[in-house]
């Protein structure tokens, strides 16, 4: 499943503070014995993995990650696993939670101009990621990181889905994500384009940085375009509207968000090569 050698590799690096704690297990910052180049260690817990969620996830994460290189994903360099843990070698991300910079700001909002940024990043790493085939399918505030630079990382791709996990209708079909930012659509358990519905979590997010709390509750997953505050700028609430439209087939396509005005502004497309 993965290479063998965690002894080799724990040598190779000197573990030093808790970074996150998620479902798993523990991330750790580490410093490379060889280099000094730091990175975060995500240590899981093999039998809590193991219990908890099918060994065939955590392939699935890594199978991922080694598909990916984009500015605004986070990197995997390394996994090496021994009998009770599996370690994953990422690239180090040391601003914080995009949570933790919602919560920090002054108003416990974004201003429009930073939120734009920053949604302008993940609409492009996400964007990259439906390009490789690879819908994230837990897009949330927790699950973005953001480096010292300010700039976006995606992170957290353990409930990622690749092509090879479309039914023959050519759809997902397993209700997963987190209550607050999963799309009406996914709760519906008939099949869901999974692209589609990590549109409508950045749609929650977005929601959030410029607004400072949720849409709905997770109990309540109503219409909320009478949510959407009328102070908000025109652009912005006509782009959340258009996410946040509970209907895939009438929700705005990544390529439409793109062209949008609101998101044009000022609008530096990352290109390839990465
Ligand atoms: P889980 O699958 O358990 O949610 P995550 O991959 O989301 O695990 O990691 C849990 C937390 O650890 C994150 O929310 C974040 O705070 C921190 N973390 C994860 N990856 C990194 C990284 N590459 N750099 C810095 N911190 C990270
Ligand atoms: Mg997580």
Redesign the pocket.
């Known amino acids: 499943m993965v290479s063998d050698g965690a002894r080799g590799l724990l040598g190779a690096y000197e573990l030093g503070r808790t970074?996150?704690?998620?479902?798993?297990g523990k991330?750790k910052q580490a410093r490379h014995r060889g280099s000094g180049g730091q990175f975060?260690v995500?240590i899981m817990e093999r039998a809590r993995v193991l219990s908890q969620r099918a060994d065939e996830q955590i392939c699935r994460e890594i199978a991922t990650l080694k598909l990916l290189a984009h500015p605004n994903v986070?990197r995997l360099h390394e996994v090496a696993a021994s009998k009770t843990k599996i370690y994953m070698v990422?690239?180090?991300?040391?601003g914080g939670?995009l949570l933790d910079r919602i919560q920090a700001a002054s108003e416990g909002k974004l201003p429009e101009q930073e939120a734009r940024r920053l949604f302008q990043q993940l609409v492009d790493g996400v964007s990259y990621c439906h390009e490789k085939g690879v819908c994230h399918r837990d897009l949330k505030l927790?699950?973005v990181?953001v480096d010292r630079k300010g700039n976006i990382k995606i992170?957290?791709f353990?409930l990622s889905a690749l092509p090879q996990h479309l039914g023959n209708d050519g759809l997902l079909h397993t209700t997963c994500g987190s209550p607050n930012y999963i799309a009406p659509e996914v709760l519906q358990n008939r099949g869901y384009d999974g692209s589609l519905s990590d549109i409508w979590s950045c749609g929650v997010i977005l929601y959030v940085m410029l607004v400072g709390h949720l849409p709905f509750d997770d109990r309540n997953i109503v219409v909320l375009y009478q949510k959407i505050p009328e102070w908000l700028s025109p652009g912005a609430r006509n782009l959340l509207r258009r996410i946040l439209e509970p209907d895939p087939a009438e929700r705005i396509a990544m390529a439409e968000i793109k062209a949008h005005p609101w998101f044009q502004e000022h609008y530096v497309p990352v290109l390839p090569p990465y």
């Open positions: 970074l996150g704690e998620g479902n798993f991330v975060a995500k986070v990422l690239e180090l991300v040391n939670e927790e699950n990181l992170s957290d353990g």
